[in-house]
């Protein structure tokens, strides 16, 4: 069983930046990516961004490329995930995501606002 706890949330004026981190706990050995998801009211759940634990190959929804980071520390079984230059588009709820080969897991959500 694997458990993930978000952080960083909050609200954030256009063009700002925030940082977002997610700490797994529980039976993490197996892990093999983390990252980001986000959903906005009224629309489904899109990828951020996702890390691999070996190699860290970084994948990134299109709309995020360019002004989005993520980043990972395996020795605290923790990503990260830095947003720039953030839009109100951005706004949502961020879900921190992780696969192993059994299951895929989700943390609770941590909410991001963009707006004046």
Known sequence: QVQLVESGGG???PG???RL???A???IFSIYAMGWYRQAPGKQRELVAMV?????IENYGDSVKGR???SRDNANNAVYLQMNSL???DTAVYYCHA???AQVYWGQGTQVTVSS
């Open 99 to 101: 696969l192993d080969r």
């Open 16 to 18: 700002g930046s925030l």
């Open 87 to 89: 839009k109100p588009e």
């Open 68 to 70: 989005f980071t993520i």
């Open 52 to 56: 691999t634990t070996r190699g860290g």
């Open 11 to 13: 609200l954030v004026q």
């Open 21 to 23: 981190s997610c700490t």
């Open 25 to 27: 706990s529980g039976s």
